[in-house]
């Protein structure tokens, strides 16, 4: 079936440092969003986003996080300076409409060191 | 506050069981409930999901069991098979339009042959 892509599957990067995530959703889909996985627990909503604009986010989207879809290009999540605590799995997922089913990529597990 | 709650964390049956996962949550307005399936290094794939309104939902042989008034519901995985081992994530989300998932931690099953 349709996927999304995640670009790095890994990334380890020094704390203080910038990171990008990127995304690649499907193709028709409409609605974009990230979550966040630590080791072990539940994945957690961070944001969701749709024509061009965040919809909502949530605690977990700190000031240092900032997500865009320039021009149909890659859905992207930003993290400027990064912290050891943003250390995770995160999961992009796109869909259709903001009521339907989620397509999930397989995840950037970023480490902050 | 841990809005989905799933139980066991981890379960062991022998092919050809039924496996049992549990699920309950707190939110009275959450009224649909999608079951996501997750092998290591991958994303989670819906695998098959409940709206309130119903009480059993069949797919395969996975079926959901829903019960309202208890908040709670379950997934019945029928003859299960080793390439049923995964961890399984309860989700829901309310009708607001504007869907994000609240997850649960997972139930990691292993199928043994």
């Known amino acids: 079936g349709p996927k999304v892509l995640q670009i790095p599957s890994h990334q380890i990067i020094d704390m203080g440092q910038m990171v990008t995530l990127n995304c690649d959703p499907v193709s028709n889909h409409l609605y974009f969003y990230w979550y966040k996985q630590i080791l072990g627990q539940q994945m957690e909503f961070l944001v969701n986003f749709y024509n061009g604009k965040v919809m909502e986010k949530s605690k977990l989207f700190k000031d240092q996080f900032s997500v865009e879809r320039p021009d149909g290009s890659y859905f992207t999540l930003k993290i400027q300076p990064t912290a050891l605590e943003d250390s995770a799995v995160y999961f992009c997922?796109?869909?259709?409409?903001?009521?339907?089913?989620?397509?999930f990529g397989s995840g950037t597990r970023l480490l902050v060191i | 506050q841990q809005q989905v709650r799933q139980s066991p964390q981890s379960l062991t049956v022998w092919e050809g069981e039924t496996a049992i996962l549990n699920c309950s949550y707190e939110n009275s307005a959450f009224d649909y409930f999608p079951w996501y399936q997750q092998f290591p290094g991958e994303g989670p794939a819906l695998l098959i999901a409940i709206r309130s309104v119903s009480d059993k939902k069949e797919d395969g042989g996975f079926t959901i069991f829903f019960n309202k008034r208890e908040k709670n519901l379950s997934l019945h995985i029928k003859d299960s098979q080793p390439g049923d081992s995964a961890t399984y994530f309860c989700a829901a989300s309310e009708n607001t339009g504007n869907y994000k998932y609240v997850f649960g931690a997972g139930t990691r099953l292993k199928v043994i042959a």
């Open positions: 997922a796109s869909s259709s409409q903001g009521d339907s089913d989620y397509t």
